[in-house]
């Protein structure tokens, strides 16, 4: 095992991650924003923002998988004496005297000290304003006189971030700019159809400005040493087409002990098509004054942070543990329901591994992230549930992407994965369970986003289940379609052509007999919510029509979806098994595994258990539980992009740490809480950065999407971090299922699963109207609550009827 680096640690009180040395071993990365304007801020302030997509409305540069890795950001550049050094160390990469970078929730601050000076930047979003504020804090902590130069630097994107990238013949000559005191504007393509442009602003004067890349940095320079920081003298160019920046060049004298705030701002404007111009090909700067005057002061900004940090004070109230173990807790207080609010905004948008051009929002993805996140901010969820049912087809199917910009369904990508219309269910439950607002089911909500074709939210429902129940195959399971929850699981595709997507090429469905013993638990699982939905609305004769479908699915995998020892995954196009005994690989995958003991499928006869015991006995290994196992060792015609890739990594046997938790909770269900516990530890992140920073590579705060398997080359190495279902299944797990602590329809449902070593523990958790501290009581119990008392009177059954107030809860287990 190589020599495990330690480069930062968790600071709980802060709810801050410390990172202590910039050359962490991979860019360790924070997201700033909310609601529209957002950033990804690296830890030497690498990154780039945009206004809601990614895509469409790229604001700053950013260039992927580039050499050295996270080059381009928004430096300040120092130049003293001639010295010149970076706060976040990059791009100069001047040895420091003191490096820190503190991620938060919703901002960053970047620390260095250089020759007796300190730079400190404050990175954040403002609440419900569109910019990114950075206020930087100079101090002389020297004897003597300092002479500072000081640059800011920004590099524009031309705003749709593909085109960006590839379209250079019209890029180079389109770009434009205008400089006004202390503030430069990019404003290309504002004279034809943009209604929009930004700027970058400081709240002081300047001694000289740049907007020209080339000028700035020198065409054989670089940005570790730009021509006009290395003279120490700005060009003031002015950039017509080519890459525009922005700039601000500003003289700084610092007696000893003193310290200045300069407060820049990367501003958004959007203005109505009529007022766009003030003169000619002069742009409108009314709402970009206004904008800078909100901000323009330390004390404003001051405020402005203090309501943002408020506003996390908030959100982290609502569900707060004290267990006494601080790696639980710092995960599900502050990291988990943070990392939860990051997946939902961005989906699977815009990451250091999402380049932001690639991908909408998922109809599957979008319904678990809400899951996470319905506690927090529950109108945005409910309106969240509404834009995805909207990109519903007649049938049931739906469009498996959209775009958040315009909310409507991605052709390029279309439908067809038969999951999907199932998740609607998940996230639909989810949300009334946390606010017992089933008005959300009365509204009018179209398909495809076609204007007179709305039915109610509780129709779209139906035919989700619809969807399920028309689309069986010859085993009466569940027809696969493109794929199910696993995209790569391509059983009518059938691709030699390695130009062609896995999952948008011609599908032949025609004559198939793919199923999934996934889609089959789903449906179970899904099933039995609705089931009970429609029993709460009254809707007997509809809640039989289900039951009588969720059981045939039960009898379904009981007769064609059991191997022995555990579930089957799949049929493939010629009624094959897969995921059996007799395949030569990939005898057991972890998908059915999960849903199948989370619909507890069989449990009297055993099955779950032995299923439970199957994924100890061949999936879990020291980092978690892999996909499946063991690796496919070579490409599969008839299964596609699943055997594409090397053994140990992504969906060919890597930890995707996304479905770990459906085993889990599996676990939790049948009681094993020693199990649960210890398949929960091993990818809970406080638990992984205490042991293998250096190994891990990614940051150590949140979870990523896949951890290489036991048959990767590097198992235990992370990839793909921050936007991952991972997110809401962790917080669904910890919360509902292992702290039992499950919101449902009348009250508050609990029903604790354990390891037997667990100590007494306390939940206060905000609910509607109502504020209850629930202390735990385990007495060595791994599951059972024996007796729960509610404001001092015995409560029957496990449900604490919700009453709005405040409430004290004691449970016996
Ligand atoms: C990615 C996708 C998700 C899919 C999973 C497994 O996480 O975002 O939709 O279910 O991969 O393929
Ligand atoms: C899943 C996989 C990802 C792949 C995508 C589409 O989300 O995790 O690797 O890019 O499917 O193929």
């Known amino acids: 095992m190589e020599q495990q680096k330690r480069y930062g640690h968790f600071d709980d009180q802060h709810r801050e991650y410390v990172i202590t040395d910039p050359q962490t071993p991979w860019p360790w990365i924070n997201y700033l ?97 569109w910019c990114e504020v950075q206020k930087l804090t100079l101090k002389n902590e020297s004897k003597e006189v300092k002479q500072l130069k000081l640059f800011s630097f920004e590099e524009w994107c031309l705003w749709n971030a593909a085109t960006d990238m590839e379209n250079f013949q019209r890029n180079f000559s389109t770009g434009e700019v205008e400089i006004e005191g202390s503030t430069i504007y990019h404003k290309t393509e504002y004279r034809e159809r943009r209604n929009h442009y930004a700027f970058y602003h400081v709240n002081a004067p300047i001694q000289g400005f740049d907007t020209d890349r080339e000028t700035f940095v020198g065409l054989y320079n670089e940005f570790a040493d730009p021509q006009a920081v290395m003279e120490g003298k700005p060009r003031n160019s002015h950039a017509h087409g080519w890459s525009p920046i922005a700039s601000h060049y500003i003289e700084v004298t610092l007696q000893p002990g003193e310290s200045k705030d300069f407060v820049f701002l990367l501003g958004y404007i959007e203005n109505e098509q009529d007022e766009k111009f003030e003169a000619l090909q002069v742009i409108n700067k009314k709402k970009a004054h206004a904008l800078i005057a909100e901000l323009d002061t330390t004390e404003k900004v001051d405020k402005a942070f203090a309501e943002l940090c408020a506003l996390w004070d908030n959100l982290l109230n609502i569900y707060k543990v004290r267990t006494g173990n601080d790696k639980l807790d710092r995960m599900v207080n502050i990291w988990n329901q943070y990392q939860c609010m990051v997946t939902f905004n961005f989906s699977r948008s815009a990451s250091f591994f999402e380049s932001g051009v690639g991908r909408g929002m998922g109809f599957r993805d979008s319904n678990q992230d809400l899951v996470g996140f319905v506690h927090q901010i529950p109108p945005r969820a409910r309106q969240r549930i509404i834009d995805i049912a909207s990109t519903q087809f007649p049938d049931g199917g739906c469009y498996h992407q959209y775009q958040p910009l315009t909310k409507r369904g991605n052709n390029d990508i279309g439908g067809g994965f038969n999951d999907d219309p199932c998740w609607l269910i998940f996230g639909t439950v989810a949300y009334i369970k946390e606010t017992g607002d089933f008005s959300i089911l009365d509204e009018m909500v179209p398909f495809d986003n076609q204007p007179g074709t709305e039915v109610t939210l509780f129709e779209h429902l139906k035919i989700s289940m619809n969807h399920v129940i028309n689309n069986l195959g010859p085993h009466l399971l569940p027809l696969i379609g493109r794929a199910d929850w696993n995209d790569c699981l391509n059983l009518n595709c059938f691709s030699w052509d390695p130009n062609e997507s896995f999952q948008t090429t011609e599908n032949v469905s025609e004559g198939t007999k793919a199923e999934s013993l996934m889609i089959a638990g789903l449906f179970v699982v899904t099933g039995k919510d609705y089931v009970a939905l429609c029993k709460k609305l009254g809707k007997t004769d509809e809640a039989a029509r289900m039951q009588k479908a969720v059981d045939a699915m039960i009898a379904a995998v009981k007769k064609d979806g059991w191997d022995g020892e555990w579930y089957l995954r799949a049929y493939d196009f010629y009624g094959r098994k897969i995921g059996s005994n007799e395949n030569d690989e990939a005898k057991i995958f972890i998908e059915s595994q999960g849903w199948c003991t989370m619909a507890e499928i069989g449990a009297e006869d055993g099955m779950v258990a032995k299923s439970l015991d199957s994924c100890k006995k061949y999936l879990e290994c020291e980092h978690g539980m892999v996909l499946n196992n063991p690796a496919f060792s070579k490409y599969i015609y008839e299964y596609g992009e699943i055997s594409s890739y090397p053994e140990g990594y992504k969906e060919n046997a890597g930890i995707f740490c996304h479905n770990n938790p459906w085993v889990i909770i599996g676990e939790c269900l049948a009681g094993r809480g020693n199990d649960a516990w210890s398949h929960y530890a091993k990818i809970l992140p406080s638990y992984v950065e205490e042991k293998y920073q250096t190994l891990h590579k990614v940051e150590p705060y949140v979870n990523c999407q896949m951890v290489a398997g036991k048959d990767a080359f590097k198992p235990g190495e992370g990839k793909n971090s921050w936007l991952t279902g991972t997110a809401a299944w962790m917080w669904y797990t910890v919360s509902e299922f292992i702290l039992g602590i499950k919101p449902d329809y009348d009250g508050i449902r609990i029903d604790p699963c354990l390891p037997e070593t667990a100590t007494d523990y306390t939940v206060n958790r905000k609910f509607r109207e109502a504020d209850y501290e629930i202390t735990i009581h385990p007495n060595g119990q791994q599951k059972g609550v024996k007796s729960i008392v509610l404001d001092g009177k015995p409560v029957d059954g496990t449900v604490i009827p919700y009453a709005p107030g405040k409430h004290v809860v004691e449970v016996t287990m």
């Open 33 to 129: 924003g909310n609601e529209d304007f957002f950033s990804l801020i690296s830890n030497t302030a690498g990154g780039y923002s945009f206004y809601k997509d990614a895509k469409f409305r790229r604001i700053t540069r950013y260039r992927y998988n580039n050499v050295p890795m996270d080059n381009g950001g928004r430096y300040f550049y120092i130049k003293d004496g001639d010295t010149v050094w970076n706060p976040g160390w990059k791009p100069c990469k001047t040895p420091l005297d003191f490096y820190e970078c503190r991620h938060g929730m919703s901002y960053t601050r970047i620390t260095g000290k250089k020759n007796g000076v300190e730079a400190s930047v404050l990175f954040f979003v403002p609440l419900k304003k």
